[in-house]
Nanobody, 126 residues
Framework: QVQLVESGGGAVQTGGSLRLSCTFS????????MGWFRQAPGKEREVVAC????????QYEGSTKGRFTISRDDVKNTVYLQMNSLKPDDTGMYYC???????????????????WGKGIQVTISS
C-alpha cells in the first residue's frame, strides 16, 4: 500500500527556514512525479512545488519562487521542501503527494493524485 509520511513542520518567525521531508513507501519512487501542496485556513489546497520523475524539471507557485526548493533522495525514498525567507502567508497545512500528472498539468488545475500524505502544520509568526 502506498504511504507518504511528512515531517519537519513547526512554528518559526518571519524570515526563518524550515525543511519538510516526505518519506515514500509502497511504490517505485523514481518513476513518480512528486508535489507539495498547502492549505491555508479558509482557503483551498494549492500546489506550491512539483518535481517530475527525472528529478530535472521542477515548478513552483509564484509566491514561493526563489524561496522554496523541492528536491529528492532516491536512496532514502524521500522528497524535501526547503523553505527559506518564510512569511506569515506561508502558514498552513502542507501535504506531500504522489502525482500521475505532469507538473504543468498540476499547476493548471488538472491534477491526478495517486496518494496524499496526512499533512503537517507550518506556522509563521510576524
Amino acid at each position: 500500500q502506498v504511504q507518504l509520511v511528512e515531517s519537519g513542520g513547526g512554528a518559526v518567525q518571519t524570515g526563518g527556514s524550515l525543511r519538510l521531508s516526505c518519506t515514500f513507501s509502497g511504490l517505485a519512487f523514481n518513476i513518480l512525479n512528486m508535489g507539495w501542496f498547502r492549505q491555508a485556513p479558509g482557503k483551498e489546497r494549492e500546489v506550491v512545488a512539483c518535481m517530475e520523475w527525472t528529478g530535472i524539471f521542477t515548478q513552483y507557485e509564484g509566491s514561493t519562487k526563489g524561496r522554496f526548493t523541492i528536491s529528492r533522495d532516491d536512496v532514502k525514498n524521500t522528497v524535501y521542501l526547503q523553505m527559506n525567507s518564510l512569511k506569515p502567508d506561508d502558514t498552513g497545512m502542507y501535504y506531500c503527494a504522489a502525482l500521475s500528472t505532469a507538473c504543468s498539468e498540476t499547476f493548471s488545475g488538472t491534477t491526478s493524485v495517486d496518494a496524499w500524505g496526512k499533512g503537517i502544520q507550518v506556522t509563521i509568526s510576524s
